[in-house]
T-cell receptor, first 113, second 113 residues
Framework: NAGVTQTPKFQVLKTGQSMTLQCAQD?????MYWYRQDPGMGLRLIYY???????DKGEVPNGYNVSRLNKREFSLRLESAAPSQTSVYFC????????????FGPGTRLTVT | EDKVVQSPLSLVVHEGDTVTLNCSYE??????LLWYKQEKKAPTFLFML????IEKKSGRLSSILDKKELFSILNITATQTGDSAIYLC?????????????FGQGTILTVHP
């Protein structure tokens, strides 16, 4: 049981480049989430997917898009990266929205120059 | 606007000390309060407190929730160097925000030998 996995672990982009962060979970969870973590700001929700086939915006969705490819996978896309998107990105999953306990992946450290 | 505030932002203690971390919140449709520990990578779940469970204990860690005064504390007794981490508080809401968590900024705890 790998839990929540994320790829890549590290990435450096130039301003304007695009990339997709991948997330997969093997716990048969229905809900999945993308967060970003910046120093002194805790975790902020970018997008979430309550169940397969649905997605919704979180606190800081601008500049990002998501795809819930199937029950296991939830990807985050940066279409045109900006230095302000330099951050650590975490994917998480939970059984459903009624179970607030979320399980987190190891994170992706992204630097945009 | 929903708000979760943690204090102190950082804390340095010596092994054997007892620490108290604070989390206050102002959110609509409160459902639960969660504590996470974040060492080098992913946050890991510690406790969840709800209306039906306002006190939790696990080994040297304990937490209480005061729903009237809108705060929670996390106590760690007989601290060890392995307790060094960022401690995150998060609040789960109901209504249209069902399942989503709002995180505080985190408290950085450093335990010296």
């Amino acid at each position: 049981n790998a839990g929540v996995t994320q790829t890549p672990k590290f990435q450096v982009l130039k301003t304007g480049q695009s990339m997709t962060l991948q997330c997969a979970q093997d716990m048969n969870h229905n809900s999945m989430y993308w967060y970003r973590q910046d120093p002194g700001m805790g975790l902020r929700l970018i997008y979430y997917s309550a169940s397969e086939g649905t997605t919704d915006k979180g606190e800081v969705p601008n500049g990002y898009n998501v795809s819930r490819l199937n029950k296991r996978e939830f990807s985050l896309r940066l279409e045109s990266a900006a230095p302000s998107q330099t951050s650590v990105y975490f994917c998480a999953s939970s059984w459903t929205g009624t179970s607030y306990e979320q399980y987190f992946g190891p994170g992706t450290r992204l630097t945009v120059t | 606007e929903d708000k979760v505030v943690q204090s102190p932002l950082s804390l340095v203690v010596h092994e054997g000390d007892t620490v108290t971390l604070n989390c206050s919140y102002e959110v609509t449709n409160f459902r639960s309060l969660l504590w996470y520990k974040q060492e080098k990578k992913a946050p890991t779940f510690l406790f969840m407190l709800t209306s039906s469970g306002i006190e939790k204990k696990s080994g040297r860690l304990s937490s209480i929730l005061d729903k009237k005064e809108l705060f929670s504390i996390l106590n760690i007794t007989a601290t060890q160097t392995g307790d060094s981490a960022i401690y995150l508080c998060a609040v789960g809401r109901g209504g249209t925000s069902y399942g989503k968590l709002t995180f505080g900024q985190g408290t950085i705890l450093t335990v010296h030998p």
